[in-house]
């Protein structure tokens, strides 16, 4: 098989297996856990605000201007319909940035997981699998996301990489935390870290637990 059907198998995978938590009590679990993590993950002062409902939606606000200035705010009303807000407050007299990402699928998106399932060769591609189309994949999604941008201004960090393809609001929550990590040797442990996690929870076909996911390695 080739290996960009193996990944591409992989990639639906880890979507659904680590990012996509189904009732609303799983949804707010995961988000208090994420931000909990954060605290020692980005070696930051404080825990940030829990999760809490507002029109409809689950949000918060993320700071982490300890190291960049920069927070976001997320509010995530369905696994189809979320914003995620970035916003740098700046000193007096200095550029104010808000930028916001927003996801509606009321709109066409290509059916990925449709045609993988139509195809019908998970078992082959999973059997097929590698570490290196592991860590393909979970380059693609996290650490280095295939489309993405970087803020030139007011802030210049080229290695914090915003992706611009990601369609789930908790990958996107969690290539964040992976983003504006500044420990380059934690990065590099997560990395290797999330390869090991997700090669358990593909071949056992059951998805990541919380802690495990949010796990400080």
Known sequence: MDSNIVCAYLWEDIIRLG???????DKKRWLLQYG???KEFWETE?????????KNALSSTIDSSTHI??????AITTIDKFGITLMHSPPVN???LIWMHDMDRQYFNFPNQHFL???NQRQQAIRQMSD??????IDSLIIHPTPHQHIESPINHHEIRIG???LNPFLYLFHLRFQLCPDQARRELERTRLIELFKGAIKNNQPTSINCLMKIP
Do not use: A, I, M, W
């Open 19 to 25: 990012f996509s938590p189904s009732s609303t009590n």
């Open 94 to 96: 200095d550029k104010e």
């Open 46 to 54: 404080s825990y940030p605000t829990p999760p809490k409902v507002h």
């Open 36 to 38: 909990q993590s954060l």
């Open 164 to 166: 611009g393809g990601l």
């Open 132 to 137: 290196n189309d592991l860590g393909r994949v």
């Open 117 to 119: 399932t139509n195809h």
């Open 69 to 74: 200035g920069l927070s976001f705010e997320y």
